[in-house]
């Protein structure tokens, strides 16, 4: 069993910058890949970032060479950096991990999740 718990989220005007924090704890070692997936209200849940054991990232469309997700295995912690937000980034976050060596960014790939943290961005 594998327990996320998100942090950082907040309020920031268009333009602003954020950072986000999901520390694991439980079988962290059974656990391949990490990712990020938000939700606004009446919208599907959708991938953002995710980052495998080796650190190799993928972003959606939408979100990338403004977002950075990394990790410290260390501290079984990752980080969403967010910059130049958008009032469309507007959403409920969630942590999320999976066990599998292949995973999509899709919901349906990861098995453990976080409760969310929300993040609110203003015109």
């Known amino acids: 069993q594998v327990q996320l718990v998100e942090s950082g989220g907040g309020s920031v005007q268009a333009g602003g910058s954020l950072r986000l924090s999901c520390a694991a704890s439980g079988n962290t070692r059974s656990t391949y890949f990490r990712g990020w997936f938000r939700q606004a209200p009446g919208n599907e849940r959708e991938g953002v970032a995710q980052i495998d054991r080796i650190n190799s990232t993928k972003y959606a469309g939408s979100v990338k060479g403004r977002f950075t997700i990394s990790q410290d295995n260390a501290k079984n912690t990752v980080y969403l950096e967010m910059n130049s937000l958008k009032p469309e980034d507007t959403a409920m976050y969630y942590c999320?991990?999976?066990?599998?060596?292949?995973?999509?960014?899709?919901?349906?790939?990861?098995?453990?999740w976080g409760q969310g943290t929300q993040v609110t961005v203003s015109s």
């Open positions: 999320a991990a999976s066990r599998s060596l292949f995973a999509r960014m899709s919901p349906t790939d990861f098995e453990y």
